[in-house]
């Protein structure tokens, strides 16, 4: 069973960029056909979809968050990451690592089979 881990500071500061890296185990990011996506949850509100790595290394991101977001991977260590820069504190948020989407509907979350815990993000001076 594939296995997603997130990890990266649990604390940003307004303005800064967020960093967060997803570690995947019992299975390659580089297996054909599959999508490897960020996803966050703030409070109160619903699953929003950020952005996506694809098994071929191309990416995909939310129109409102692609000015500011950096999906990349290491294939040596099976991990892919998250940049978002100029973070507001209203993007704390549990943020997801997750596989499945697909290109035309990434918003459609029961499609994705493997989900990390998540990790909580706080934006705050």
């Known amino acids: 069973q594939v296995q997603l881990q997130e990890s990266g500071p649990g604390l940003v500061k307004p303005s800064q960029t967020l960093s967060l890296t997803c570690t995947v185990s019992?299975?390659?990011?580089?297996?054909?056909?599959?999508?490897w996506n960020w996803i966050r949850q703030s409070p109160g509100m619903g699953l929003e979809w950020m952005g996506v790595?694809?098994?071929?290394?191309?990416?995909d991101y939310s129109p409102s968050l692609k000015s500011r977001t950096s999906i990349s991977r290491d294939t040596s260590k099976n991990q892919f990451s998250l940049q978002l820069s100029s973070v507001t504190p209203e993007e704390t948020a549990v943020y997801y690592c997750?596989?499945?989407?697909?290109?035309?509907?990434?918003?459609?979350?029961?499609?994705?089979?493997?989900w990390g815990q998540g990790t909580q993000v706080t934006v705050s001076s």
């Open positions: 997750a596989r499945g989407g697909s290109y035309y509907y990434p918003n459609r979350f029961y499609e994705y089979d493997y």
């Open positions: 019992r299975g390659s990011i580089t297996t054909s056909y599959y999508r």
């Open positions: 790595i694809a098994y071929d290394g191309s990416t």
